[in-house]
T-cell receptor, first 114, second 116 residues
Framework: DAGVTQSPTHLIKTRGQQVTLRCSPK?????VSWYQQALGQGPQFIFQ???????QRGNFPDRFSGHQFPNYSSELNVNALLLGDSALYLC???FGAGFLSPLHFGNGTRLTVT | GNSVTQMEGPVTLSEEAFLTINCTYT??????LFWYVQYPGEGLQLLLK?????DKGSNKGFEATYRKETTSFHLEKGSVQVSDSAVYFC???????????????FGQGTILTVHP
């Protein structure tokens, strides 16, 4: 049974470019959350998608956007990349969006902005 | 707002030593508390959790007790192994009724290195 899978594993982009990161949730899960983990820091919540809608959002600018597809997979898009966007981006899935739903994390996508 | 503060690392121990990693929190609601572990090159794995005051979470020899009076959730293990070397994150989730969609608030992480 596959867990949460993310692609690509690593990515290098230039300032000002746009990037799309992808996530497939664990089998049976319908909710996807995205987190940004800067080097040496804890993960920071970006947003959560449930039933193809953004349900909750952290303190991230509108340059960060997302989408959830009918098969529950999700994309994270970042426009106008800044050097400070360099980080490990983690996807987490769960069954149901509520408080009691345990999260399962993928191994992340390492984004480097030069 | 909600926040989690962990003891600063890195923590370096010899095998079979006793481990404590301190974690305190501030929360505007009623939190559940978690410890996650991140091994090199991997995502986060749930280590243990506690959902109400005085609950003790335990897994793989690790324990943590939810102390509401001191707003703490310290992680302990009686005898660490080399394989426990990883980054440990304390986190909380607030139950705010129907609008709570499972957002986790993490501490900054504590690097643990265990030497043979």
């Amino acid at each position: 049974d596959a867990g949460v899978t993310q692609s690509p594993t690593h990515l290098i982009k230039t300032r000002g470019q746009q990037v799309t990161l992808r996530c497939s949730p664990k089998s049976g899960h319908d909710t996807v959350s995205w987190y940004q983990q800067a080097l040496g820091q804890g993960p920071q919540f970006i947003f959560q998608y449930y039933e193809e809608e953004e349900r909750q959002r952290g303190n991230f600018p509108d340059r960060f956007s997302g989408h959830q597809f009918p098969n529950y997979s999700s994309e994270l898009n970042v426009n106008a990349l800044l050097l400070g966007d360099s980080a490990l981006y983690l996807c987490a899935s769960s069954f149901g969006a509520g408080f009691l739903s345990p999260l399962h994390f993928g191994n992340g996508t390492r984004l480097t902005v030069t | 707002g909600n926040s989690v503060t962990q003891m600063e690392g890195p923590v370096t121990l010899s095998e079979e030593a006793f481990l404590t990693i301190n974690c305190t929190y501030t929360a505007t609601g009623y939190p559940s508390l978690f410890w996650y572990v991140q091994y090199p090159g991997e995502g986060l794995q749930l280590l243990l959790k506690a959902t109400k005051a005085d609950d003790k979470g335990s897994n793989k020899g690790f324990e943590a007790t939810y102390r509401k009076e001191t707003t703490s959730f310290h992680l302990e293990k009686g005898s660490v192994q080399v394989s426990d070397s990883a980054v440990y994150f304390c986190a909380l989730k607030i139950n705010a009724g129907g609008t709570s969609y499972g957002k986790l608030t993490f501490g900054q992480g504590t690097i643990l290195t265990v030497h043979p």
